[in-house]
T-cell receptor
Framework: RKEVEQDPGPFNVPEGATVAFNCTYS??????FFWYRQDCRKEPKLLMS???SGNEDGRFTAQLNRASQYISLLIRDSKLSDSATYLC???????FGRGTQLTVWP | ETGVTQTPRHLVMGMTNKKSLKCEQH?????MYWYKQSAKKPLELMFV???????ENNSVPSRFSPECPNSSHLFLHLHTLQPEDSALYLC??????????????FGSGTRLTVV
């Protein structure tokens, strides 16, 4: 079983929509996770860290559900500039999920 | 100066060539990593160096040979590659301590095409 699994999408949403992605993990000992954003042909960049208490930064909210072993990323009021691939990652050796592709259309 | 610098940005090489990718980090981190990202595939961890020692090698073919002369520099030596090795090669660094792994930062990557 892979360390981290994501629905690859693609998710296509209109501007202003709310969209959520989930990521399941297998290592129940992990205390924290990361969400990265990767634009086309660019390197991944850290978007948010996710701890047991969750994390909110503006339009972005990340949650960790230990019982079901998944993390989520919620994006409210989507912008065109949110179009990217979103990767979840487990710390340590930083194993990445496949990434979820998001396209926000006008 | 950006935190993690990779050169070259683009590389085209023949299957009989030998080339090297270079990564340099200016963040004072003590761990460095090589990842491979192929089209439609997740990021694959290739090598991990912590305190200049290789601590992980994920079944990577021997035509890829890493070198970490010090905690700020990491190389990936390439020889007799195959077309399926064409991908984006990403370097990353982080600070590892007993409390965890922090400050994970990626370089911009080298886009490699093997012809």
């Amino acid at each position: 079983r892979k360390e981290v699994e994501q629905d690859p999408g693609p998710f296509n949403v209109p501007e202003g929509a709310t969209v959520a992605f989930n990521c399941t993990y297998s290592n129940s000992a992990s205390q924290s996770f990361f969400w990265y954003r990767q634009d086309c042909r660019k390197e991944p960049k850290l978007l948010m860290s996710v701890y047991s208490s969750g994390n909110e930064d503006g339009r972005f909210t990340a949650q960790l559900n230990r019982a079901s072993q998944y993390i989520s990323l919620l994006i409210r009021d989507s912008k065109l500039s949110d179009s990217a691939t979103y990767l979840c990652a487990q710390p340590g050796r930083l194993y990445f999920g496949r990434g979820t592709q998001l396209t926000v259309w006008p | 100066e950006t935190g993690v610098t990779q050169t070259p940005r683009h590389l085209v090489m023949g299957m009989t060539n030998k080339k090297s990718l270079k990564c340099e980090q200016h963040l004072g981190h003590n761990a460095m990593y090589w990842y491979k990202q192929s089209a439609k595939k997740p990021l694959e961890l290739m090598f991990v160096y912590s305190l200049e020692e290789r601590v992980e090698n994920n079944s990577v073919p021997s035509r890829f040979s890493p070198e970490c002369p010090n905690s700020s520099h990491l190389f990936l030596h390439l020889h007799t590659l195959q077309p399926e090795d064409s991908a984006l090669y990403l370097c990353a660094s982080s600070q590892v301590s007993s409390q965890g792994n922090y400050g994970y930062t990626f370089g911009s990557g080298t886009r490699l095409t093997v012809v």
